[in-house]
């Protein structure tokens, strides 16, 4: 239990800059991680078709369609076990941990069998995929199917971990998966052949899939590993009891975030249909543009799981003023550290779009897409920083509603009216997703900063002062 109890001393007494940076800093190099999956992978695919590297984001918003719940339960379990810890109730923590992993392993394993099998619908007649990328994404999702399982998991464990205050571990694994897919990649994308015979077939979409599977199943294998010799006290078991409190808890937090993930996921599949309607040229910008915006925000990415951390910790140990303070600095640090990024990536943005296309049509479409999104990512980091803020609170339903109306009111509605009714035709859609940036941004940063969602979920235990916490702690 002793390096618990270090963390959480770290976490809820430590200086709030410092201890950002603390937990931030690995989190963010695992978001590096996992875009460099995408960047990775889309090179290759643009080594082997100027068109190919589209199908990864053709099919990535059906992936986290049923991923959703997974999201929901990760949510509800960091709020459970940080603020668990922060309680120093270790014991129902671990009874926590082994539901926790129960659930996510059954339920995604039933989640992949049902994608694998609706993905042609889906395809064909809700995203309506461009007829040059349809068979591309038809076998890239077949084997992503696999990456339900291994990735709900990898989330599973990972998120135990961060809850801990342990953010290195998760960073030190995926840095070996992604090595592991950097070495895969190539040839299982283009081939690999040994005196004109090919050892293994050029597979192009597919064999990115495969590649991403492989590197994901060795960083899960990896995960197991490090959390059981590092905290054998909450190893999980497999279990057939799951407790009517946890299951309450769990779908009271979880549900509005899983309701907004899969309606993110629909809304972002309906974008897709949007863009599609345009041409393969005008979804490959997509997918060049956003591979941009991730690089970006690559930085928020890592340090909003920390912040819904280190509130859910102060909540449970009843240091409620720090985690208002948490909140409005990390909305401070996090907003313009994201503008900084920006203008880096669009001052250097005609380097990165000639990296993966020579073709002037789809440069030209990446151009006005990032030009006109990118300045609207440091309110997207405000909606991101709220969504953190009600992930470690507990508090989930008003960013969820705030998280609906962003893309379906703004981006989805106003899209549409202005691409199709006005006739603004791309420049409407990249108008309208920098629209509903701005607005969530705004909207999100007010909540945040007016602090009722600031109640913990359990009352504190074994300390002193106000809320059961000492002066001296609730000034920190």
């Known amino acids: 239990m002793e390096s618990l109890g270090k963390y959480r001393e770290n976490i809820i007494n430590g200086p709030i800059g410092k201890t950002l940076l603390w937990l931030g800093l690995p989190l963010m190099l695992v978001q590096l991680v996992n875009i460099s999956y995408n960047l990775v992978d889309s090179f290759w695919l643009s080594r082997y078709s100027e068109i190919a590297l589209a199908v990864p984001r053709q099919v990535w918003p059906t992936f986290m369609f049923l991923n959703a719940i997974i999201h929901g339960l990760m949510t509800a379990n960091l709020a459970i076990i940080s603020q668990l810890i922060g309680g120093k109730r270790y014991e129902e923590a671990h009874k926590t941990v082994s539901q926790f992993v129960t659930v996510s392993l059954s339920l995604n394993a039933a989640l992949a069998v049902v994608y694998f099998n609706l993905r042609p619908f889906v395809f064909r007649y809700i995203v309506q995929t461009p007829p040059a990328l349809y068979e591309d994404v ?8 696999i990456d339900i399982v291994f990735s709900a998991l990898t989330l599973t464990y990972s998120t135990i971990l961060q809850s801990i205050g342990d953010t290195r571990t998760p960073a030190y694994v995926n840095l070996i998966a992604a090595v592991s897919n950097f070495i895969l990649d190539p040839p299982f994308i283009i081939g690999l052949s040994i005196n004109g015979t090919y050892v293994i077939p050029p597979m192009g979409a597919v064999g990115a899939a495969t590649a991403t599977v492989l590197a994901r199943m060795a960083g899960l294998v990896a995960l197991m590993v490090f959390l059981n010799k590092k905290y054998p006290y909450l190893t999980p078991r497999v279990t057939r009891r799951l407790e009517k409190e946890w ?8 549900a509005p975030v899983t309701l907004m993930m899969s309606s993110n996921s629909l809304a972002f599949m309906f ?6 309607q345009y041409g393969e040229y005008a979804a490959t910008a997509a997918a060049i543009g956003f591979l941009l915006m991730d690089l970006a925000d690559a930085f928020l990415w890592g340090f909003t799981s920390s912040v819904a951390v280190m509130i859910g910790q102060a909540l449970g140990a009843g240091l409620l003023e720090r985690a208002k303070k948490i909140a409005r600095l990390s909305s401070l640090y996090i907003a313009i550290s994201t503008g900084m990024a920006s203008i880096m990536v669009y001052l ?12 002037p049509l789809v440069y030209g479409e990446t151009e006005k897409f990032v030009s006109l999104f990118l300045p609207s990512l440091p309110f997207f980091t405000l909606f991101f920083i709220g969504m953190s803020v009600g992930r470690g609170s507990g508090k989930t339903l008003f960013p969820t509603i705030i998280g609906v109306i962003r893309l379906w009111g703004i981006r989805l509605a106003l899209g549409y009216f202005l691409s199709n009714q006005l006739g603004w035709t791309t420049i409407g859609i990249w108008v309208a997703m920098a629209l509903s940036n701005y607005f969530s941004g705004v909207t999100m940063y007010a909540w945040v900063h007016q602090g009722g969602w600031a109640v913990p979920l359990f009352k504190p235990q074994g300390e002193i002062g106000v809320y059961g916490v000492s002066n001296r702690s609730l000034n920190k």
């Open 138 to 145: 038809l076998g890239y999702s077949g084997v992503i199917a």
């Open 247 to 254: 299951v309450f808890t769990s779908f009271k937090i979880g």
């Open 271 to 276: 974008q897709n249909a949007l863009i599609n």
């Open 348 to 359: 250097f943005r005609g380097f990165f779009i000639n990296i993966f296309t020579s073709n």
